[in-house]
Nanobody, 126 residues
Framework: QVQLVESGGGLVQAGGSLRLSCAAS????????MAWFRQAPGKEREFVAA????????RYADSVKGRFTVSRDNAKNTVTLQMNSLKPEDTAVYCC???????????????????WGQGTQVAVSS
């Protein structure tokens, strides 16, 4: 079993930056694709970014491309989402997710991820 805990959320003005971290415990995540999703009030959970098990492949939602960067440190069992040029529409609860299939490909589909953190709130004021 693996546990995922996010941190780094907060309140920031439009144009600002935040760095979210996802710390995994229970077992190594070095063989697993990881992703970030977000859910705003009254909206469906949506894909934000994903990274392959070795960091060699990344995918981004069009809405965050060029502003957000996903990375991982397998030695520390962590995944990070650097968010720059934040906009009010980025306001949401951000969750990290793990795909259980070892060496599985990166996916944009929430159904492909098996373990989820509880999330961290990001609020961007205009």
């Amino acid at each position: 079993q693996v546990q995922l805990v996010e941190s780094g959320g907060g309140l920031v003005q439009a144009g600002g930056s935040l760095r979210l971290s996802c710390a995994a415990s229970g077992r190594t995540i070095s063989g697993n694709a990881m992703a970030w999703f977000r859910q705003a009030p009254g909206k469906e959970r949506e894909f934000v970014a994903a990274i392959s098990w070795n960091g060699g492949t990344t995918r981004y939602a069009d809405s965050v491309k060029g502003r957000f960067t996903v990375s991982r440190d397998n030695a520390k069992n962590t995944v990070t989402l650097q968010m720059n040029s934040l906009k009010p529409e980025d306001t949401a609860v951000y969750c990290c997710a793990l795909r259980a299939r070892i060496l599985g490909s990166v996916s944009l589909e929430r159904e492909d991820y098996d373990y989820w953190g509880q999330g961290t709130q990001v609020a961007v004021s205009s």
